[in-house]
Nanobody, 115 residues
Framework: QVQLVESGGGLVQPGGSLRLSCAAS????????MGWYRQAPGNQRELVAT???????NYADSVKGRFTITRDNAKDTVYLQMNSLKPEDTAVYYC?????????WGQGTQVTVSS
């Protein structure tokens, strides 16, 4: 299992930006598909974005054009740049690392979009 530590959440006004970071504990990161998921109160956890070890990305329709997922293999870190934030983006955001043999989750970081 990979230990994942998220950071960068907080309170932001509508239209604002935040950047989330997720640092992995081991170099297995470099072979992992990394992802960001979110869960709002009363809702199921949903996919936000993923990036493979070959840097191929995938986004939920609700965030396309606003969010960008990137990875830095030298730092074993994945990022989620979130722009033009909306109140409906409010949720706990979770980092995920997946390989054919493992599936690891971070503890989550709260993002609140409110005026």
């Amino acid at each position: 299992q990979v230990q994942l530590v998220e950071s960068g959440g907080g309170l932001v006004q509508p239209g604002g930006s935040l950047r989330l970071s997720c640092a992995a504990s081991t170099s297995i990161f470099r072979r992992s598909t990394m992802g960001w998921y979110r869960q709002a109160p009363g809702n199921q956890r949903e996919l936000v974005a993923t990036i493979t070890s070959f840097y191929s990305t995938n986004y939920a329709d609700s965030v396309k054009g606003r969010f960008t997922i990137t990875r830095d293999n030298a730092k074993d870190t994945v990022y989620l740049q979130m722009n033009s934030l909306k109140p409906e983006d409010t949720a706990v955001y979770y980092c995920n690392a997946r390989t054919p043999l493992s599936n690891s989750w971070g503890q989550g970081t709260q993002v609140t979009v409110s005026s």
